[in-house]
């Protein structure tokens, strides 16, 4: 999603108070409703995981068998990252010196809990999902979970930790001008990442820049946070449960009782390609989703790219495209 993007476009003074409000936009991101691998933070704790219980008492392993402690297992480095249900942390397995994300989440009263096949007890939500897409065909565009461990007081998930990385949402405050032909390689594997989870029955709910880690050489994404995912379902869901980032809320979960998960995917992916191009956000509140009136503030971008915004950012979640009719349209080929 490149765009040539004008040092000086017209309108500059609204631009001006444009910028102003996304640039505390782009602060209010910083501290996202579900937890990321890449969050900053000013505060850091000591990782601090509770006794491990006894053998017995859970199934540790979401790959293998296994009946050590976490502790026998890894060792806990620096803090990651922090968000609003756990931390992460840089580990090294002791058995070969792997690298791995270490992800702590706390149990607390509104803990989700999703039953999956093959497990004949409920799981923690980000848990089960990540289990879903380790399913094969498994994709190199999702983070992976190699095991995970519960303790009386918090579950601990160790994950794949891809080197070097950042957050797509950094990668993107952080180059000048992102044009066309870059912004197309990235959205192509964003869109193929959604579609993938759709086909292991996943709904990830939670599509948005800090939500995908890129490897700033080569461009690779992998989408992260399963936490505020729910299992795919053609009958769609309740809007009140909607627990995305507000500012990538499709309309109709502001409008509507029921969403359902393609079209809200399609509407994040949208809010995505014009946030890469943009570096801002295309509505600055809840009434400007409402109204879905997008704003292009660049005279020079393809024709092919405003057309595919435009079917993604409809108003009516029944005129955007699919899935596949998205990676079929001119812009993304």
């Known amino acids: 999603m490149k765009i040539l993007i004008s040092e000086n476009p017209p309108g500059c003074g609204k631009w001006k ?17 579900c937890c990321c691998l890449s969050s900053a933070v000013d505060v850091v704790e000591p990782f601090s995981p509770d006794p491990e219980p006894s053998s017995s008492a859970s199934d540790h392993s979401a790959v293998k068998p296994n009946e050590e402690s976490f502790e026998s297992l890894y060792n806990v480095g620096a803090m990651l990252g922090s968000g609003g249900f756990g931390s992460v942390y840089k580990g090294t397995r002791k058995s070969d010196g792997k690298k791995v994300a270490i992800k702590q989440l706390s149990k607390i009263e509104n803990n989700r809990y999703l039953y999956i096949p093959g497990h004949p007890k409920p799981l923690v939500t980000e848990v089960a999902l990540l289990l879903m897409m380790r399913r094969k065909p498994i994709s190199p565009l999702i983070i992976q979970l190699y095991e995970w461990f519960e303790h009386p007081g918090k579950f601990t998930l160790v994950m794949e930790f891809p080197e070097p990385c950042m957050s797509l949402r950094d990668y993107i405050v952080r180059k000048p001008v992102l044009y066309e032909p870059t912004a197309r390689f990235i959205m192509r594997q964003a869109l193929l990442a959604v579609q993938v989870c759709i086909e292991h029955g996943v709904f990830h709910n939670d599509i948005h820049a800090q939500n995908f880690l890129v490897n700033e050489r080569t461009l690779e994404l992998k989408l992260i946070d399963f936490g505020c995912g729910q299992l795919f379902s053609n009958d769609g869901y309740e809007s009140k449960t909607y627990i995305g980032l507000p500012y990538y809320y499709p309309p109709e979960v502001l409008t509507e009782p029921r969403f359902h998960a393609i079209p809200a995917n399609v509407w994040a992916l949208g809010v995505l390609l014009y ?43 029944t005129k955007r495209p699919t899935l596949e009719q998205m990676s079929q349209h001119k812009w993304m080929r």
Do not use: G
Not at 18 to 33: G, Q, Y
Not at 301 to 307: A, E, F, H, T, V
């Open 17 to 33: 108070r444009i910028r102003s409000f996304f640039t505390r936009v782009w602060k209010a991101l910083k501290s996202p409703v």
């Open 275 to 317: 946030t890469m191009v943009h570096v801002s956000h295309p509505f600055a509140n809840s009434e400007d989703i409402r109204r879905a009136k997008i704003p292009f503030m660049y005279y020079n971008l393809s024709k092919k790219y405003r057309d595919l915004i435009s079917q993604c950012l409809a108003r009516d979640p």
